[in-house]
């Protein structure tokens, strides 16, 4: 899994940490109406597939999920995956 890494202009790498890290799964917490494929979403997919883990994107049933980031989860063999709530 390749990641361009985007930096500060201090010029340290940014990161992003998810909002629960439990066993062999990493989730992310959204409350949103629409998510698309953002540098959070694919830095901690980064990190779950160096970790052996799988990412675990929470968010409310009626949000959308834009195409992009469906790309993405098909494309990742199911290390991303969603949760609805």
């Known amino acids: 899994m390749d990641?361009?890494?985007?930096?500060?202009?201090?010029?340290?790498?940014?990161?992003?940490?998810?909002?629960?890290?439990?066993?062999?799964?990493?989730?992310?917490?959204k409350n949103v109406s629409e998510l698309r494929l953002t540098y959070q979403i694919r830095l901690l997919a980064y990190s779950a597939h160096s970790k052996s883990k799988k990412l675990i994107i929470r968010l409310p049933k009626q949000a959308k999920v834009h195409a992009s980031l469906r790309d993405f989860i098909r494309d990742s063999d199911g290390l991303v995956s969603i949760e609805r709530t």
């Open 3 to 29: 990641t361009e890494f985007a930096y500060t202009k201090h010029q340290t790498p940014r990161g992003a940490r998810p909002d629960a890290d439990v066993g062999d799964k990493l989730y992310l917490l």
